[in-house]
Structures are given as C-alpha cells and as structure tokens.
C-alpha cells in the first residue's frame, strides 16, 4: 500500500514538472509568479519562446462568463506550457470587440489602443528576453486584428518575431456533435465544451436554452 503509493505520489510529481529535466527547479510558466531571477531562468529555459494568450470581455450567451475566451485561452496556453516550457504573459483581454458594445460587461478599447498597447506589450515582452512571442488567440473578433498586426511588425525592424496562432475547438476522435456544427459558434456547443474542460463550475448548463434577457 505505502509503496504503491509512493510510486504513485513520484508519477504524480513527474506529471506536474512536465517539461522540467530531472534537476532542474521548478519554474512557473506564470510571467508573473516567477521572481526576476527565476524570470531570467524562465528565459532560458524556454530558449526566448513567450507565449501572449488573448482574450477578450463579451457576453458568451445566457450560460457562459464574459471571460470565457479569456479563461479557455489560457488554460490551453498554460498546460501547453507545463509540457513544453514557455513563459505565459498574464492576463491580456485588450482586443476587438465593438460588436457587442451593447451587451452588458463588455470592455471594448479604441482601434488605436488595442494596437498600441499590443505593440507595446510585445516590444516590452522582447526587451526582456521573449524573441519568439506566440500570441494565441482565444476571440473570434480578433481575427482580423491579429494578422494585420504582424503584418505590421514589417514596418520597421524587430529583434523578436511574432506568431499568431488560433486553439481548435475540435479534431479528430471528439464524440459526436448534439447540435447543427453549421450554426455551432459563438457560445455554442463546442465553446461550451471547452469551457466545461477549462473552468466548469463557471457553465450554467441549465440557462442553455433560454433566450437572452432583452432577446425579442
Ligand atoms: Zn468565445
């Protein structure tokens, strides 16, 4: 029993230190739970490869949280870096959303803000050693904004370059869909799936079906 669970206990363990070789100190992936020496370690260790997950402040339905895309962004960004070691910039939710400006809790920056401070978060990420930054997307309505703001990084030059990648909300092997996947997007079944991996005592399953408050 005691040896079982000794072995047990050493696999558990291995599987939190994920990417970490045996000797190695346990490095947050978190930017901002590391101290500035662990930070310079972090760097290196991850060889300059920083990863920006972007989210947003919208209304996710009657059953979702207004930082949905927010909260399944970063739980990608953050296991995917406990298995390959990369420094995580915290919370960043300064994105394109004039869309849903009526809706209530969404926080939407000027089109000049949400460039500016983009530029300047990732000039500040390489001044401290990020030289490969991936922004992850976790917000349809960042779409266009991202592309556009790489292309943009051509205008003068960089010592950093910038990736812009989407999470996939589905693949190969996922069980079989209860609903249309042509009309499942914002909010819709595979969201929700996520959200129900990534933070489920935040799904309000049983406000699923109901209209919107303020819905004709
Ligand atoms: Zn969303």
């Known amino acids: 029993m005691y040896r079982s669970l000794v072995v047990a206990l050493n696999v558990f363990c291995a599987s939190i230190l994920g990417a970490q070789s045996p000797g190695q100190t346990k490095l947050s992936v978190h930017w901002e739970e590391l101290t500035a020496a662990d930070f310079k ?11 920006l997950p972007f989210g947003i402040m919208e209304k996710h339905g009657p059953h979702l949280p207004l930082g949905n895309d927010l909260l399944n962004v ?18 960043y939710y300064f994105g394109q959303i004039f869309e849903a400006k009526h809706e209530p809790g969404t926080v939407a920056y000027s089109r000049g803000l949400q460039l500016q401070l983009l530029q300047e978060t990732t000039d500040e990420m390489a001044r401290n050693g990020c030289k490969k930054i991936i922004i992850v997307n976790g917000h349809g309505g960042n779409n266009s904004l991202l592309p556009f703001f790489a292309q943009t990084q051509l205008e003068a ?11 996939t909300r589905s693949g190969p ?3 079989k869909h209860k609903t249309n996947p042509a009309t499942d997007m914002h909010a819709g079944e595979s969201e929700t799936s996520m959200s129900m991996i990534a933070r489920p005592d935040l799904v309000h399953l049983d406000r699923g079906g ?7």
């Open 41 to 51: 370690d972090g760097i290196a260790r991850s060889q300059g490869t920083c990863l």
């Open 74 to 91: 970063r739980y990608v960004a953050l296991n995917a870096a406990q298995q390959e070691y990369a420094v995580v910039f915290p919370e």
């Open 157 to 167: 030059p960089h010592d950093y370059v910038v990736y812009v990648l989407g999470i």
């Open 173 to 175: 092997g996922e069980p």
């Open 210 to 216: 109901r209209r919107c408050r303020g819905d004709p």
